[in-house]
């Protein structure tokens, strides 16, 4: 592939115009300095705008080990010398303007520096965690969270977020699900498209835009047993058809940069591995921004058994088309060598040195290098009340309600004495989930606050905790279980802490707690009327007390608004209505646990025999909540399937509608789910795919037509020849309120003319 200057640039422009937003073409002026610069850096300064090093001039509190420059005076000397281009993970105004001034007024060239951070789900005021606003089914909300969450981190220093993770999630025990969209590719798709047209805003160059970094690339979700850091041996389809679509989405929403993946795939680690950085990303993909490496990953090649030491680490990652070092220093360390003893073209680090310079330029930092750098905006753009009012609104949407037999709503009106029993009813150091290291937890509301603000009444309410998040408590079970015989009404605050899911927090079972297990089985033998709030990081395998309580809800971690988010549900004064982005199996070892698995040879079929068929012989392998379910206060039912033509012809498209009604009593929003099976395939399909939604909003008794357009594109998959394509032939539809249910249909895609008569 030829990687001179004419193709990053016409990728820019093409890109610019492509997407329309958020990013425009480059002027000549700014190629022209641009191309001057390159003229003029030494190797070494070349090599500085491709290091990214942790910001220590910022109070940091560091979401990864702690190696390499520490102090400021040493990395002012870097700075000063060009020997870095970009800091990482600190915040603050006045730090970010000392290391900048350095850059522009104190290095030989002046080229300002890039400030990036892990702004996942909020600097101050924090939303709900990814996998949980992703239950909102939402694109539109996402993007809304995004771009508060920009409107804070610029008005705090940064530049650019390492978001949105892209990772579609293939197994519950890998920690990292809590930070993306779930299982699914499409729903992956199109929040992180949300996400990042919502980061980014309409215009790079504003001050409060985010450049956003999907992550990490690629199949990082899919490492084997869902381990941290794991290897993945994937196909070549299955990378294409379920790993690489959000991050196409990303690009075409306009992303500038993204990340390689820790893991390998298929003998490679992403970092070293070429085909995927080059050859897929840019020639396939069609991507023209930068990559980084994830955190020391180019230095992991060694342990890997990749690299023979660091230079040859170095060597490799610069090679397959990694771009910015993150934190080795291996680059500055010895790109200078590689290039004298011919081991690195200058070419190759010159591509790589202009993407960067070029991004930099397109949002505008050599205009204005002090651009989200302003101690007012500072003081007045964060943790607004607005900003409040959105995570509330966003954890409220995030929430699911599992099951529920009656007893929710609740009635503030009825003056019912509740007992809040758990280790979470209290806690506001599990509020806001493992990738929110900015925000104060003491600003969070926890679930006892909200409920006592929406009971009026604050005597109604008894609070304890029963038993730690993982040990029992001496005596705790017996106080809960006297407070549960006391109450009216029992709310189970149960699940994981915030340090269970996340970076490096892959688990084997995806289970409560024994020792909350234990307390929610004795609180379940009182018998009184019991709802459950599960707090997690993924879907969860519940058991026993917990999932036989009167009514589950999923609530995640939501946030700073959390216990008002979920006061507002339980009292009603938010119908709910999100819709789970992972299917919760009945059991841990059901994993990797997805909606849209294969058929097999030997399906389990309704009311068959289960000898001889693809299942656990300890477990029936279905979900015991599905992908796509959720329920709300009020009842839903679809009817009157149509088709605009059970043929679909090969270049047109055909219209399904389906009527939704409203049959319950109160108001309330629905997310009416599209989903496809192709019956028969050169490459077998999955029994479901997920292709459209719609949110509708219905007064009790109301209806309204339902309407998704489907052409060949909807059907298409990846086949022979990593080839995009659809084939004729039969196709099932659904249009249901979850992956498992629905009106069914068929369609039939024509190749050429129809068959006559
Ligand atoms: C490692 C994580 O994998 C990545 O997602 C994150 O952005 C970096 N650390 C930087 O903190």
Same mark, same amino acid.
């Given at each position: 592939?030829?990687? &001179?200057?004419?193709?990053?640039?016409?990728?820019?422009?093409?890109?610019?115009?492509?997407?329309?937003?958020?990013?425009?073409?480059?002027?000549?002026?700014?190629?022209?300095?641009?191309?001057?610069?390159?003229?003029?850096?030494?190797?070494?300064?070349?090599?500085?705008? +491709?290091?990214?090093?942790?910001?220590?001039?910022?109070?940091?509190?560091?979401?990864?080990?702690?190696?390499?420059?520490?102090?400021?005076?040493?990395?002012?000397?870097?700075?000063?010398?060009?020997?870095?281009?970009?800091? !990482?993970?600190?915040?603050?105004?006045?730090?970010?303007?000392?290391?900048?001034?350095?850059?522009?007024?104190?290095?030989?060239?002046?080229?300002?520096?890039?400030?990036?951070?892990?702004?996942?789900?909020?600097?101050?005021?924090?939303?709900?965690?990814?996998?949980?606003?992703?239950?909102?089914?939402?694109?539109?909300?996402?993007?809304?969270?995004?771009?508060?969450?920009?409107?804070?981190?610029?008005?705090?220093?940064?530049?650019?977020?390492?978001?949105?993770?892209?990772?579609?999630?293939?197994?519950?025990?890998?920690?990292?699900?809590? #930070?993306?969209?779930?299982?699914?590719?499409?729903?992956?798709?199109?929040? =992180?498209?949300?996400?990042?047209?919502?980061?980014?805003?309409?215009?790079?160059?504003?001050?409060?835009?985010?450049?956003?970094?999907?992550?990490?690339?690629?199949?990082?979700?899919?490492?084997?047993?869902?381990?941290?850091?794991?290897?993945?041996?994937?196909?070549?389809?299955?990378?294409?058809?379920?790993?690489?679509?959000? !991050?196409?989405?990303?690009?075409?929403?306009?992303?500038?940069?993204?990340?390689?993946?820790?893991?390998?795939?298929?003998?490679?680690?992403? =970092?070293?591995?070429?085909?995927?950085?080059? &050859?897929?990303?840019?020639?396939? +993909?069609?991507?023209?921004?930068?990559?980084?490496?994830?955190?020391?990953?180019?230095? #992991?090649?060694?342990?890997?058994? !990749?690299?023979? &030491?660091?230079?040859?680490?170095?060597?490799?990652?610069?090679?397959?088309?990694?771009?910015?070092?993150?934190?080795?220093?291996?680059?500055?360390?010895?790109?200078?060598?590689?290039?004298?003893?011919?081991?690195?073209?200058?070419?190759?680090?010159?591509?790589?040195?202009?993407?960067?310079?070029?991004?930099? +330029?397109?949002?505008?930092?050599?205009?204005?290098?002090?651009?989200?750098?302003? #101690?007012?905006?500072?003081?007045?753009?964060?943790?607004?009340?607005?900003?409040?009012?959105?995570?509330?609104?966003?954890?409220?949407?995030?929430?699911?309600?599992?099951?529920?037999?009656?007893?929710?709503?609740?009635?503030?009106?009825?003056?019912?004495?509740?007992?809040?029993?758990?280790?979470?009813?209290?806690?506001? *150091?599990?509020?806001?989930?493992?990738?929110?290291?900015?925000?104060?937890?003491?600003?969070?509301?926890?679930?006892?606050?909200?409920?006592?603000?929406?009971?009026?009444?604050?005597?109604?309410?008894?609070?304890?905790?029963?038993?730690?998040?993982?040990?029992?408590?001496?005596?705790?079970?017996?106080?809960?279980?006297?407070?549960?015989?006391?109450?009216?009404?029992?709310?189970?605050?149960?699940?994981?802490?915030?340090?269970?899911?996340?970076?490096?927090?892959?688990?084997?079972?995806? #289970?409560?707690?024994?020792?909350?297990?234990?307390?929610?089985?004795?609180?379940?033998?009182?018998?009184?009327?019991?709802?459950?709030?599960?707090?997690?990081?993924?879907?969860?395998?519940?058991?026993?007390?917990?999932?036989?309580?009167?009514?589950?809800?999923?609530?995640?971690?939501?946030?700073?608004?959390?216990?008002?988010?979920?006061?507002?549900?339980?009292?009603?004064?938010?119908?709910?209505?999100?819709?789970?982005?992972?299917?919760?199996?009945?059991?841990?070892?059901?994993?990797?646990?997805?909606?849209?698995?294969?058929?097999?040879?030997?399906?389990?079929?309704?009311?068959?025999?289960?000898?001889?068929?693809?299942?656990?012989?300890?477990?029936?392998?279905?979900?015991?909540?599905?992908?796509?379910?959720?329920?709300?206060?009020?009842?839903?039912?679809?009817?009157?399937?149509?088709?605009?033509?059970?043929?679909?012809?090969?270049?047109?498209?055909?219209?399904?509608?389906?009527?939704?009604?409203?049959?319950?009593?109160?108001?309330?929003?629905?997310?009416?789910?599209?989903?496809?099976?192709?019956?028969?395939?050169?490459?077998?399909?999955?029994?479901?795919?997920?292709?459209?939604?719609?949110?509708? *909003?219905?007064?009790?008794?109301?209806?309204?037509?339902?309407?998704?357009?489907?052409?060949?594109?909807?059907?298409?998959?990846?086949?022979?020849?990593?080839?995009?394509?659809?084939?004729?032939?039969?196709?099932?539809?659904?249009?249901?309120?979850?992956?498992?249910?629905?009106?069914?249909?068929?369609? =039939?895609?024509?190749?050429?003319?129809?068959?006559?008569?």
């Amino acid at each position: 592939m030829n990687l &001179d200057r004419r193709t990053v640039l016409s990728g820019i422009i093409a890109s610019a115009i492509a997407s329309g937003l958020p990013f425009r073409a480059l002027a000549a002026a700014e190629v022209a300095r641009v191309d001057d610069l390159i003229k003029r850096m030494t190797i070494e300064e070349k090599a500085g705008q +491709m290091t990214c090093l942790a910001d220590s001039f910022r109070p940091f509190n560091p979401p990864n080990p702690q190696v390499g420059i520490q102090d400021e005076k040493r990395l002012s000397d870097e700075i000063r010398k060009g020997r870095v281009g970009c800091l !990482f993970n600190g915040i603050g105004v006045a730090g970010a303007r000392k290391a900048q001034e350095l850059a522009v007024n104190g290095s030989r060239l002046g080229i300002p520096l890039l400030f990036a951070g892990d702004v996942i789900h909020g600097l101050k005021t924090i939303f709900p965690v990814p996998l949980g606003e992703a239950s909102s089914f939402d694109p539109g909300l996402a993007q809304r969270t995004a771009r508060a969450m920009a409107i804070e981190a610029t008005a705090a220093g940064l530049h650019l977020t390492f978001a949105p993770m892209a990772d579609v999630a293939r197994d519950q025990r890998w920690g990292r699900v809590v #930070e993306g969209a779930g299982e699914d590719v499409t729903l992956t798709s199109l929040l =992180t498209a949300a996400r990042i047209r919502g980061f980014q805003g309409r215009d790079l160059r504003k001050d409060d835009s985010l450049l956003a970094c999907p992550k990490h690339f690629a199949a990082y979700g899919a490492v084997a047993g869902g381990l941290e850091y794991g290897n993945v041996d994937i196909s070549d389809e299955t990378l294409r058809e379920t790993h690489l679509p959000p !991050f196409s989405a990303g690009f075409s929403a306009g992303a500038l940069t993204t990340m390689a993946a820790f893991n390998e795939i298929n003998g490679v680690p992403a =970092t070293a591995d070429r085909t995927l950085l080059t &050859d897929i990303l840019r020639g396939e +993909m069609g991507f023209h921004g930068f990559v980084f490496s994830d955190y020391t990953a180019d230095e #992991e090649l060694i342990a890997h058994g !990749f690299a023979e &030491d660091e230079r040859d680490a170095a060597r490799l990652a610069v090679l397959a088309g990694v771009d910015m070092s993150m934190q080795s220093g291996l680059y500055i360390r010895y790109l200078p060598d590689l290039v004298k003893s011919g081991a690195v073209p200058m070419g190759t680090v010159d591509v790589a040195v202009r993407r960067i310079l070029y991004v930099k +330029m397109a949002m505008g930092l050599f205009d204005n290098p002090w651009r989200s750098l302003d #101690e007012n905006a500072e003081k007045s753009r964060i943790e607004t009340s607005g900003h409040r009012a959105l995570a509330r609104e966003a954890g409220a949407r995030s929430i699911v309600l599992l099951q529920n037999d009656g007893v929710l709503p609740l009635d503030a009106g009825r003056k019912q004495k509740i007992a809040l029993i758990g280790p979470f009813g209290e806690d506001k *150091t599990n509020l806001y989930g493992p990738w929110a290291f900015y925000g104060d937890p003491g600003k969070g509301i926890d679930v006892a606050s909200g409920l006592r603000e929406a009971m009026g009444d604050a005597e109604l309410l008894s609070v304890m905790p029963g038993c730690g998040i993982q040990d029992a408590i001496d005596g705790g079970i017996e106080v809960a279980v006297k407070a549960a015989k006391d109450a009216d009404i029992v709310i189970l605050a149960v699940g994981e802490a915030q340090d269970m899911s996340g970076e490096a927090q892959s688990r084997t079972t995806i #289970e409560i707690p024994p020792a909350q297990q234990a307390l929610a089985d004795a609180v379940a033998a009182v018998k009184k009327p019991t709802v459950v709030l599960l707090r997690h990081g993924r879907a969860l395998a519940i058991h026993g007390g917990v999932a036989n309580a009167n009514a589950v809800l999923a609530t995640w971690f939501l946030g700073s608004e959390a216990g008002n988010a979920i006061a507002d549900v339980l009292f009603g004064k938010v119908d709910p209505s999100g819709k789970l982005p992972v299917s919760f199996p009945w059991e841990s070892g059901q994993e990797p646990f997805f909606y849209d698995r294969k058929s097999t040879g030997r399906p389990v079929l309704a009311r068959g025999s289960t000898e001889y068929k693809a299942r656990y012989a300890t477990t029936d392998n279905s979900a015991r909540y599905p992908f796509g379910h959720g329920l709300s206060y009020t009842q839903f039912a679809l009817d009157r399937l149509q088709l605009s033509d059970p043929a679909l012809r090969w270049d047109e498209s055909v219209t399904i509608t389906a009527r939704l009604t409203n049959k319950g009593k109160r108001r309330g929003s629905e997310t009416v789910q599209l989903y496809i099976r192709d019956r028969v395939a050169s490459r077998t399909r999955p029994i479901r795919e997920f292709k459209k939604m719609e949110r509708v *909003t219905l007064e009790p008794g109301e209806s309204r037509a339902v309407r998704f357009t489907l052409a060949r594109a909807d059907l298409e998959f990846v086949g022979a020849g990593n080839r995009r394509l659809a084939e004729p032939g039969v196709f099932d539809i659904w249009v249901g309120q979850s992956s498992e249910d629905g009106l069914h249909g068929q369609i =039939t895609l024509y190749a050429a003319e129809l068959p006559q008569g």
